[in-house]
């Protein structure tokens, strides 16, 4: 169990193109072993390469549903439908909320650790996760298409 640092806002890498992955190595299942790690340590539902200071395309995403922890290399959105509009949050973005609208279903394809070719329709949770993790990939912050941002508490920390 490797717990890699969350990179913060500011931080260029958030804002950069993370690159494809052209060879499953080792080292990437690794990678995406740390970052699952990471994101649970974090009690995060997803994280993305660029969250750990690595421009690659992989991210993790464990919405509390049936499908589990999914690891994704190379993911991209196939389709979306619907809408759901609601508060978001980011581990490289601490105490800070945005009401983010996503769509309501989103299919992704992408590659699992093995190399196999997988997609995996999500809806609600997990649909917000694949695009907010995939926006990472992309420079792309919440904050960035949120159309407002607030300071958040979390409840346990405000009770005494």
């Not at 949770?125 to 941002?149: M, P, Q, S, W």
């Amino acid at each position: 169990m490797a717990i890699r640092i969350i990179v913060l806002e500011p931080d260029e890498v958030l804002h950069q193109t993370a690159k494809e992955v052209k060879k499953i190595t080792p080292n990437v299942q690794k990678l995406l072993n740390d970052m699952a790690d990471t994101m649970y340590d974090a009690e995060g539902v997803g994280l993305a390469a660029p969250q750990v200071g690595i421009l690659k395309r992989l991210i993790v995403v464990d919405a509390g549903d049936e499908h589990g922890l999914i690891k994704l290399i190379n993911p991209e959105v196939v389709s979306q439908e619907g809408e759901q509009f609601g508060p978001e949050g980011c581990l490289s973005i601490p105490g800070i909320n945005g009401d983010v609208r996503r769509a309501e279903t989103v299919t992704v394809k992408g590659l699992d650790p093995e190399g196999t070719e997988v997609t995996i329709t999500g809806t609600g949770l997990l649909a917000r996760a694949f695009l907010h993790e995939i926006d990472h990939l992309n420079g792309v912050l919440f904050t960035d298409i949120a159309e407002k941002v607030y300071e958040y508490i979390p409840e346990r920390l405000g009770k005494e």
